[in-house]
């Protein structure tokens, strides 16, 4: 089983909801198996800034699916949670990203692995460094990534989020 990196997010309604609903649909799919999970993390929006804020988790995974099977399922599992097609970094339901994945470096019209814009994204790099900070992309620790986009004055915010971790928590115990 090789080892990846997801990251989810969502700021449209029940927002801890649709992410617990998301981690319950991959750990119930053949060939997943969830590993670590970061806290929740809050953030404005990124491109697309008149719409409400995000609530971010990352997730390492075991899997043995291929990196175009791992996309199909997310996107069936954004699908039957009810994700809306809108416009490009608009507000949604659910988004799931495959970040990293062992093993895999590719850049296709439908897939890129690492993701293309990952190190631009302090909501995907704090939560990713929680759960993964030694791994390296292009030979820079995750870590030193989350660190560097935290230290930029211009950063997007992006802070953890107690009340919504223990909210996800206990969502996720009921499942």
């Known amino acids: 089983m090789a080892e990846a990196y997801l990251e989810l997010g969502a700021n449209l309604g029940d927002r801890e909801a649709y992410l617990a609903r998301a981690l319950a649909q991959l750990e119930g799919t ?6 670590k999970l970061s806290r929740v993390y809050v953030s404005k929006a990124w491109g697309v800034t008149d719409q409400p804020d ?9 899997t043995d699916l291929a990196p175009e099977g791992l ?8 699908r039957a949670l009810g994700r809306q097609v809108r416009r490009r970094w608009g ?15 590719m850049d296709t019209p439908g897939l890129t692995i690492p993701h293309a814009r990952m190190m631009e994204r302090r909501f995907v790099m704090e939560p990713l460094a929680e759960i993964a900070a030694d791994r390296e992309i292009d030979g820079i620790s995750v870590a030193d990534l989350a660190r560097h986009l935290r230290d930029d004055a211009g950063a997007q915010v992006c802070a953890p989020d107690a009340a919504a971790t223990e909210r996800l928590k206990v969502l996720l115990a009921r499942d």
């Open 30 to 35: 053949e060939g997943i198996r969830l590993g």
């Open 54 to 62: 995000f609530l971010n988790i990352c997730v390492q995974i075991e």
């Open 91 to 105: 507000p949604r339901e659910i988004d799931i990203d495959i970040l990293m994945m062992d093993g895999v470096d």
């Open 71 to 78: 996309l199909e399922i997310c996107k069936g599992i954004e």
